[in-house]
């Protein structure tokens, strides 16, 4: 599904080819619309010693196709790759490329880079209708990213923050529309949550904070910071930062009492982490595969995620062989040799039984 003002959905017969479609119509948003923050208020009233479960937005990997997969194993709430506001209100062709959905694909938050008020306010308003909320990226350290005036280059300026989350809120008028900032940790904490109180009252829905700051690579996250904020803050906080399996999520959840967890390599290596597995389990890889190729996955990313997936389950000759594999047909023949992994019939007709139409797009590239 493409977001070009008027986002349609297109319906595949599972009887056809992938390219074969029966309809064109356009979503019903109202009758899918959900209220995320009942997701930690249902938590924590039903549940208080668990988290809400989180895919992190991840550039080039956490689009429809994977977050079709985790959904099947316990992940409550997902999010877009970053998106760059500027280009997504500018260029059709920009959102066509960067925003793909389905009726299935929710809740959702779309995630954008942004350093002008009025574009991500613009964006949030083209978005809305087929997303549960938008969020501010205040946490990517990378160079381009920061030099452009995005990402952790924010945390720098809370004040325009601030101006991003107020007119972001005052421009979508739609019910339970969240909008949300996901930042690093300053090196002075009192700068990180006097940053979160003042965010707080311009009406940020919550926090994720990653227990790093823009400086730090592969050291331990800083889980104390996180447990400061949350202290200091009365909205939802997540954490973020190795994430790795359900020891873990227990874990920071105790340890900083957040309301959400959310998880990004930890994910990436294993779709299934949120379901309580240590590994991803072969119909996990079954499911992955169904799901690429009915969603017409490119190669390059359907075989990045699955060399992710196999990575603690595989010896080093095992990956010698599967990671330098160039084909589709050469990574279904070894799945099959070597796994048991049902993909013929994806090979000679096509057939997509087992993926739902709700779970279907037409067959574009979903993984640029």
């Not at 809120?169 to 006097?194: N, Q």
């Amino acid at each position: 599904m493409s977001c070009n003002g008027l986002i349609a959905l297109i319906e595949v017969d599972v009887n056809s080819t992938l390219t074969d479609t029966i309809g064109l119509i356009t979503m019903n948003s109202a009758n899918d619309d959900t209220d995320v923050l009942n997701l930690f208020k249902n938590v924590k009233t039903c549940n208080p010693t668990e988290a809400v479960k989180i895919c992190a937005p991840m550039v080039r990997y956490s689009k429809l196709a994977f977050r079709t997969l985790v959904r099947k194993y316990g992940c409550d709430l997902a999010f877009t790759p970053m998106i760059v506001s500027d280009s997504f209100v500018k260029s059709i062709k920009a959102r066509d490329s960067e925003f793909t959905t389905n009726k299935g694909d929710r809740p959702l938050i779309a995630q954008f880079a942004a350093s002008n008020a009025t574009v991500l306010a613009d964006a949030a308003e083209i978005i809305a209708p087929y997303t549960d909320g938008v969020d501010l990226n205040c946490g990517c350290p990378q160079k381009w990213a920061m030099a452009e005036g995005y990402g952790a280059h924010l945390i720098k300026h809370p004040e325009l923050i601030k101006d991003m989350v107020m007119q972001t809120r005052g421009r979508v008028c739609k019910p339970g529309f969240t909008t949300s900032i996901k930042i690093r940790i300053h090196d002075d904490l009192r700068e990180t949550v006097d940053m979160c109180q003042k965010v707080e009252k311009a009406g940020v829905s919550w926090v994720a904070v990653h227990g790093r700051t823009a400086k730090m690579r592969n050291e331990p996250p800083d889980f104390d910071a996180i447990k400061l904020i949350k202290d200091s803050v009365q909205i939802p906080v997540i954490a973020n930062g190795d994430i790795r399996n359900m020891e873990d999520v227990k874990r920071v959840k105790e340890q900083t009492g957040v309301d959400g967890v959310m998880a990004a390599r930890g994910i990436l290596q294993n779709p299934a982490m949120y379901a309580g597995y240590e590994n991803t389990p072969i119909e996990c890889v079954q499911d992955w595969v169904d799901i690429a190729l009915a969603t017409g996955t490119t190669f390059t990313c359907f075989h990045h995620h699955l060399i992710s997936m196999l990575e603690r389950v595989t010896s080093k000759a095992e990956k010698r062989v599967f990671n330098v594999l160039t084909s589709t047909t050469a990574v279904l023949d070894y799945l099959e040799e070597n796994y048991g992994i049902g993909v013929e019939s994806h090979r000679t007709n096509g057939n997509c039984e087992g993926i739902s139409q709700s779970e279907m797009t037409n067959n574009k590239d979903l993984c640029r």
